[in-house]
């Protein structure tokens, strides 16, 4: 009877170290995805918002930024982070942003948070908020790149 019950417990145990492995293979390394995308076009440029989620088994870093769209006229998308000094709210370039093994980095309005900006020729940024969706590509590190898209609203717009 206890060899039975040792037989037993050895059995689960088995099974679940299978189980595990087997899920743990179907997931594989994970992807970096962005989710919860939002711009906003303040009349000069555009501000990018949403979750960079890491979901791979290394750091990942940004290594560039895109603008997907063909708008006729040269777009620059870099990641700013809008800081607080004296009272005085300005945005300044972020250095390489890299993300850890299963984190995620927000990208949001307000002071000491990051954002996507886009900026350029104000007939090309009028054109992609005309069109209401900005396009990006992430290029990461790793070599994969992300398209991201994020509906454009203006402030006051509601949407």
């Not at 303040?42 to 290594?63: K, L």
């Not at 886009?118 to 992609?128: E, F, P, Y």
């Amino acid at each position: 009877m206890k060899n039975q019950k040792t037989l037993v417990i050895a059995a689960v145990i088995i099974v679940v170290v299978i189980a595990l492995a087997a899920y743990t293979m179907l997931q594989g390394e994970g992807e970096v995805r962005v989710e919860d995308t939002k711009a906003i076009y303040t009349g000069s440029v555009i501000g990018v918002y949403g979750s960079i989620i890491n979901g791979t088994d290394n750091t990942v870093c940004i290594e560039s930024l895109l603008v997907a769209e063909n708008v006729g006229a040269d777009l620059t998308a870099t990641i700013h982070k809008t800081v607080e000094e004296n009272g005085v709210v300005r945005m300044i370039p972020a250095g390489p942003i890299c993300i850890e093994a299963g984190e995620t980095f927000e990208l949001a309005p307000g002071p000491g948070n990051h954002h996507i900006m886009i900026s350029g020729d104000k007939n090309a940024l009028r054109q992609v908020v005309g069109d209401d969706v900005v396009e990006l590509v992430l290029k990461l590190d790793n070599g994969s790149e992300l398209l991201v898209k994020a509906i454009v609203s203006t402030p006051g717009s509601g949407s």
